[in-house]
């Protein structure tokens, strides 16, 4: 088992930043691969980043890239979603998840944290 705890979640105005955290414990972190979701009210939920067990290796959704970045610190069991130049169209609640292979798509990721919500203000 694993339990991922995210924080950093808040209210900011469009163009603004934040920091999302994911904390996890139980098993050993680093064989984890990580990825951030987010879903928004009504939309299903979409994939937002990935990083692979050591941190090599990292993958974007179109709709971040370059604006977005994903890190891991094996060290402190935590991985980090750095968020700037923050669009509206970025709220959503976001969920970090652990799985065994860095892939783009919910199903394979085996543990979920409970979600930290992100609101954009235009």
């Known amino acids: 088992q694993v339990q991922l705890v995210e924080s950093g979640g808040g209210l900011v105005q469009a163009g603004g930043s934040l920091r999302l955290s994911c904390a996890a414990a139980?098993?050993?972190?680093?064989?984890?691969?990580m990825g951030w979701f987010r879903q928004a009210p009504g939309k299903e939920r979409e994939f937002v980043a990935a990083?692979?067990?050591?941190?090599?290796?990292?993958y974007y959704a179109d709709s971040v890239k370059g604006r977005f970045t994903i890190s891991r610190d094996n060290a402190k069991n935590t991985v980090y979603l750095q968020m700037n130049s923050l669009k509206p169209g970025d709220t959503a609640v976001y969920y970090c998840a652990a799985g065994d292979n860095i892939v783009v798509v919910a199903t394979p990721y085996s543990y979920w944290g409970q979600g930290t919500q992100v609101t954009v203000s235009s």
């Open positions: 139980g098993r050993t972190f680093s064989r984890y691969a």
């Open positions: 990083i692979s067990r050591s941190g090599d290796y990292t």
